[in-house]
Structures are given as C-alpha cells and as structure tokens.
C-alpha cells in the first residue's frame, strides 16, 4: 500500500518536514490552465507534539501519509493546522482525521464555518483569530488571517522558533517539478507562473496584498522560509525579497507599455483588422502580443493584461451578439478586476454589427479607458478599412505611452 513509506518526506529544517504531493497532471484550476501541473504542499513540525500544516487534494491523500510515515507514524500527530479550506487544500482533511485521530482541528473562524459547510469532520474544529499566538506542546504559531486571499476563511501561520511562514495560496505557483525550493528553479519560470497565478487567481485582491505586504512589514518577522501550499518554497532572503516585491509591482498594476489583442473570427475578417491593429501598435513603438481565441486560453490572456496597459478586444457579430469564445474571456477578465488599462474594440459584421458596442459596453464598464469608438467593418476589410485598424494602432500606442508617463488612467 502506498502509505507504507514509498514517498519520503523532504526535511526542509531542524524540525519541519515537506510532506505534500506533486499533481503532474492537473491542466484545469477552476477555469485556469495549469499547463504546468502543480503542487499541495503540506508541512509536518517534529516536536514534542507533532503538527500537520495543511493537507492534499483528496486524490493524494496516500501519498501525504507516505511522506509523514517516513518520518512518523501518522497516528502521532496531534494538530492540524487548516489555513485555507479550498478543496485543494483540505480535501483529504476528513480522512487524514478519521486515520490519525488528532486532539483538535485548528482554522480561522471562517475557516470553521467553511470546514463544517463542506465536510463532517470527526474531531473538534478550533477557532483562532487574527494575531493569536497559541501554544501546542513545545511549539508556539502565530495567525494571522488573510481574508480573501483566496478565500474569506484564509490564514497564514508563522512558526517563530524557525522563522518560516507557511503562506498558504500567497506567493504559491501551479507549478509540478522535483525541485522543492525557488533558487533551484530559474527567475524566469518563477516570475512566468507566479506572475500567472497573481493573474488568474489574486488579481481582484490586489488591494489587500498590498495591506498584507504592508502587515509583514510592520510586523517585522524574520522569515527564513517562505512556504506556500503551491510550487517552490523560498529559502534565500533574496529570493524571499524578491516574490514580495514582485507581488508589490503587480498590486500596484502600473500601466506598461506593451497591449494585448483578443479576438476570434467567423471567416477571417476580424482576424484581418486585429493584425492590422498590431502592426499599427508596432509602428509607434509598442509591443503587443495577438490571441486569437480559437488558438488560446482565457488565462493566457489575463497572464498578459497583468502586464500590459491596453486591452484591445474584437468580435464578429453573432446573432446580434458577441462571439461566445469573446463572452467568456471578457466575463473572465471582468471578474478579475484588472485596472488602470486603455483599450478599443472591433469587429467584421455582415448586417446589424452589434457586438463591438456590446464589448465596449463590457470595456466601460470594468474601467478601461475606450480611445476610440468601436471599429467595424462589413463584410471584408479593404483598403481603406486596414488602414483605420492600423490607425488605431497608432492612436492606442501614442495613449499607452501618455498613460504608461502618467503612471495611469
Ligand atoms: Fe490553493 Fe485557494 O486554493
């Protein structure tokens, strides 16, 4: 049986042990592509009396006691802390208690609330607040709650005896590797994924990373490890020094100087006007990258509006509307609540050429500046039609420059 100490646990400190599982596999997190995989790490702390930090999707269940048995018996842990009560985290939680028996369960109190709404979970369920510091045998941990990030139940948990934050989903990645720590991983993969679950999963919380940052600042606590429950841990104070101030730049969404193009196509035309808007961007000197949707994920593109200061949107006219591949990524890109952007829209129509207003309706109303009104063309761009796409361009590329010097909209 897979329990029986096939997977090993990774010791990480004097007493705090890796004990999560690798999803290889996972290509979809509510809506996200996870074409990376991705990881549920959870920590054991060995002292007098055992800790579990956090548990696995369920499906890993044996592959977390493995790990815990070749350190212990699974039996003898006597906590389990549950910083955030998304399956992905917890899923296993009801069966890691039924088989280790723990004296108690420890959450926020949403976190309770949440746990009891999801499972029937056979032992007590604490609640710990915001700053407590609670005792359990030898160990001391501190909590400290992080509403929203992701959920309204999520907490992060600091064990000062070894200066490690145990952060939970904040500066996680989904990211399925051997290598356990970010300094074995290259700063361009790091900054790629986690740049692209900030994207897809903390972007509308932007506001309060920036709180939380600001927290561990006032709280001056020394981390010597940066334990996320998804992808590499952070042991080196660069590396530590680096994700808080990567996760600084993109809650501050500053506009850059770089637009994304999303659109799809009926028969070709709309795909037309977006390669002319690109190659008027490039002719003012503006980067941009083009994703036709037949041809790429939504979470591609919010990875891009992460860092870019336009968002440039197109659609044929379907039935009086707006092409279903270009309603989903707008109903997604809306929920994530990206600011400070200049955008335009545009589109092909064959007789009532509805869509580009209903998009720039959608625009308006996530806050995007419209530097234009939407662009349509009838049936096939000719001539002169290209040459407004391309204008456009322009006029986009000499905005995002304005606003980009501006620092915004
Ligand atoms: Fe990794 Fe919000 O769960």
Redesign the pocket.
């Given at each position: 049986m897979l329990s029986d100490r096939l997977y090993k646990a990774i010791r990480l400190t004097e007493n705090t042990y890796w004990v999560g599982a690798v999803d290889w596999k996972i290509r979809d997190f509510h809506g996200y592509s996870t074409n990376r995989g991705s990881t549920y790490n959870a920590y054991l702390i060995m002292q007098d009396e055992p800790i579990l930090i956090d548990t696995v999707k369920a499906p890993f269940l044996r592959e977390l006691l493995s790990r815990v048995k070749s350190v212990i018996e699974p039996e003898k842990i006597r906590y389990v802390v549950s910083n955030?009560s998304?399956m992905?985290?917890s899923g296993s939680l009801p069966e890691v208690v039924k088989i280790i028996r723990p004296d108690k369960v420890l959450a926020s109190k949403n976190g309770v609330a949440a746990l009891n709404k999801h499972f029937d979970i056979e032992c007590e369920v604490e609640t710990v607040t915001d700053g407590e510091t609670v005792k359990l045998g030898d160990t001391s941990l501190t909590f400290f709650e992080t509403k929203m990030l992701?959920?309204p139940d999520s907490m992060i948990t600091y064990f000062p005896e070894e200066k490690i934050l145990f952060s939970q989903?904040g500066f996680g990645m989904h990211l399925a590797s051997d290598k356990l720590f970010a300094d074995e991983l290259s700063r361009s993969l790091l900054e790629e994924e986690a740049g692209r679950y900030y994207a897809n999963i903390l972007l509308p919380f932007s506001s309060l990373i920036k709180k939380l940052v600001n927290k561990l600042g006032e709280l001056s606590l020394e981390i010597n490890l940066l334990a996320p429950?998804?992808g590499p841990l952070y042991r080196r104070t660069e590396d530590i020094q680096w994700i808080i101030g990567k996760y600084l730049e993109w809650a501050e969404q500053r506009p850059s100087i770089r637009a994304v193009i999303v659109f799809d196509t009926m028969w070709g035309s709309t795909d037309m006007m977006a390669r002319m808007i690109g190659e008027g961007l490039t002719e003012s000197g503006v980067a941009y990258r083009l994703f036709p949707l037949s041809a790429s994920h939504r979470s591609d593109v919010a990875s891009e509006v992460l860092r870019s200061g336009a968002l440039i949107v197109g659609s044929p006219t379907l039935n009086n509307g707006i092409f279903p591949s270009v309603s989903d990524v707008l109903t997604y890109l809306k929920g994530l609540k990206p600011k400070n952007l200049i955008g335009a829209t545009f589109g092909s129509y064959g007789w009532s050429g509805e869509a580009p207003d209903q998009i720039a309706d959608i625009l308006e109303k996530m806050g995007v500046e419209l530097v234009a009104e939407p662009l349509k063309v009838r049936y096939v761009p000719k001539g002169d039609d290209l040459m407004n796409c391309r204008e456009l361009g322009i006029k986009l590329g000499s905005r995002i420059k304005e606003v980009a010097k501006n620092g915004g909209v």
């Open positions: 955030h998304e992905d985290h992701h959920w989903d429950d998804h």
